[in-house]
T-cell receptor, first 115, second 114 residues
Framework: AQTVTQSQPEMSVQEAETVTLSCTYD???????LFWYKQPPSRQMILVIR??????QNATENRFSVNFQKAAKSFSLKISDSQLGDAAMYFC????????????FGKGITLSVRP | DTGVSQDPRHKITKRGQNVTFRCDPI?????LYWYRQTLGQGPEFLTY????????KSRLLSDRFSAERPKGSFSTLEIQRTEQGDSAMYLC????????????FGPGTRLTVL
């Protein structure tokens, strides 16, 4: 079974600084998708960034980028120029391609941003 | 496109009562998922529909839980004889047929069982 591990329960970053959130996963599949989702307090979960395992190039979305290390099964999220609105829980998630496209989530990390 | 909606947003019930939640996916999204999120944990998969067909159920979905998606539009999740351990956030997500690797989540229904 696939598992996703986020070992850091909390992190804090100064506004305008850069922070990296860690995620590791375990799978025997060679093709799959990885995601970072953001869940602000009392608000719905939104997709931050997506990475296809067959792509070697790391995904980037504005201030958000990933460091995808397939051999190490590592998928970290870097947030540059942190903003107060980035404060939220962040979940790493895995999905393998196939008829059933369920997501497997990590436990999440709470990110706080200091003004 | 108004996003995925869920009703109610909050539900408080007494142990042993039945509850039903509703999820309205984004229009034309043929895939619909239910997840459960307990405090301090990530969402856990419960069940999945493609159109009106329920294609997979997690072991977490005991026989007290039932989900339906009549006509392939909205979905309902019913919990019978609720237990305190059922207290959680119940999340619904949908995805379109042409981009089935992105799931759009609703705001969730927070269930508290007293």
């Amino acid at each position: 079974a696939q598992t996703v591990t986020q070992s850091q329960p909390e992190m804090s970053v100064q506004e305008a600084e850069t922070v990296t959130l860690s995620c590791t996963y375990d799978t025997s599949e060679s093709d799959y998708y990885l995601f970072w989702y953001k869940q602000p307090p009392s608000r719905q979960m939104i997709l931050v960034i997506r990475q296809e395992a067959y792509k070697q190039q790391n995904a980037t979305e504005n201030r958000f980028s990933v460091n995808f290390q397939k051999a190490a099964k590592s998928f970290s999220l870097k947030i540059s120029d942190s903003q107060l609105g980035d404060a939220a829980m962040y979940f790493c998630a895995y999905r393998y391609p196939g008829a059933n496209s369920k997501l497997t989530f990590g436990k999440g990390i709470t990110l706080s941003v200091r003004p | 496109d108004t996003g995925v909606s869920q009703d109610p947003r909050h539900k408080i019930t007494k142990r042993g009562q039945n509850v039903t939640f509703r999820c309205d996916p984004i229009s034309e999204h043929n895939r619909l998922y239910w997840y459960r999120q307990t405090l301090g944990q990530g969402p856990e998969f419960l069940t999945y529909f493609q159109n009106e067909a329920q294609l997979e159920k997690s072991r977490l979905l005991s026989d007290r839980f039932s989900a339906e998606r009549p006509k392939g539009s909205f979905s309902t999740l019913e919990i019978q004889r609720t237990e305190q351990g059922d207290s959680a956030m119940y999340l619904c997500a949908s995805s379109p047929p042409d981009r089935n690797n992105e799931q759009f989540f609703g705001p969730g229904t927070r269930l508290t069982v007293l």
